[in-house]
């Protein structure tokens, strides 16, 4: 069954980065692109941007433009997503979301999320 | 602000039908058939419901159907359970530079 799991909550400074891994498994790796989606607490869902795990070829936000920065390992099928800069509204849930159906923009599995805190 | 606009919330009691618009723009909601709605239970990952405008993914049951016409697409769950109880999002393909586009979510409340 597919699967993608996330590392574990993080808690960092203002001005800091954080990198945000995506293990995925149950199907092949190279054959699906991954998407990056935030949530702040109480809020909505942000797409902050795609990585194609073939190639590595990326296509970003642009609000996060030069900030993040999407890459993967396809030895170990992961993928990675690193913030740079922090400030307290990065404060967020962070998903990685397989791409499905035909057009790339379905997300049809997701990570359980990984909780980023950024404090003082 | 969302792209794409929900309601901020809905209602219904057990076994009725409700329904949750999503209204965009003809670069995105009306320019493509790529509308796809998920549900979020408090403390979870989002699940996909539906997926290019109407589709269901395996496993999900048919009391949830998805629509479409001109900018506005459309969540309809018939026969509310207490399990539906969620938040609920709708996204689209947009030919912007941001290629996903988020509506700002609905809480679904199962009176």
């Known amino acids: 069954q597919v699967q993608l799991v996330q590392s574990g909550a993080e808690v960092k400074k203002p001005g800091a980065s954080v990198k945000v891994s995506c293990k995925a498994s149950g199907y092949t790796f190279t054959r699906y692109y991954i998407h990056w989606v935030r949530q702040a607490p109480g809020q909505g869902l942000e797409w902050m941007g795609i990585?194609?795990?073939?190639?590595?070829?990326?296509s970003y936000a642009q609000k996060f433009q030069g900030r993040v920065t999407m890459t993967r390992d396809t030895s170990t099928s992961t993928v990675y997503m690193e913030l740079s800069s922090l400030r307290s509204e990065d404060t967020a849930v962070y998903y990685c979301?397989?791409?499905?159906?035909?057009?790339?923009?379905?997300?049809?599995?997701w990570g359980q999320g990984t909780l980023v805190t950024v404090s003082s | 602000q969302s792209a794409l606009t929900q309601p901020a919330s809905v209602s219904g009691s057990p076994g009725q039908s409700i329904t949750i618009s999503c209204t965009g723009t003809s670069s995105d909601v009306g320019g493509y058939n790529y509308v796809s709605w998920y549900q979020q239970h408090p403390g979870k990952a989002p699940k996909l419901m539906i997926y290019e405008v109407s589709t269901r993914p395996p496993g999900v049951s048919n009391r949830f159907s998805g629509s479409k016409s001109g900018n506005t697409a459309s969540l309809t769950i018939s026969g509310l359970q207490a399990e539906d109880e969620a938040d609920y999002y709708c996204?689209?393909?947009?030919?912007?530079?941001?290629?996903?586009?988020f509506g700002g979510g609905t809480k679904l409340t199962v009176l």
């Open positions: 979301a397989r791409s499905g159906g035909n057009s790339g923009s379905t997300l049809d599995y």
């Open positions: 996204s689209s393909y947009t030919s912007s530079s941001t290629l996903v586009v």
């Open positions: 990585i194609n795990p073939s190639g590595g070829s990326t």
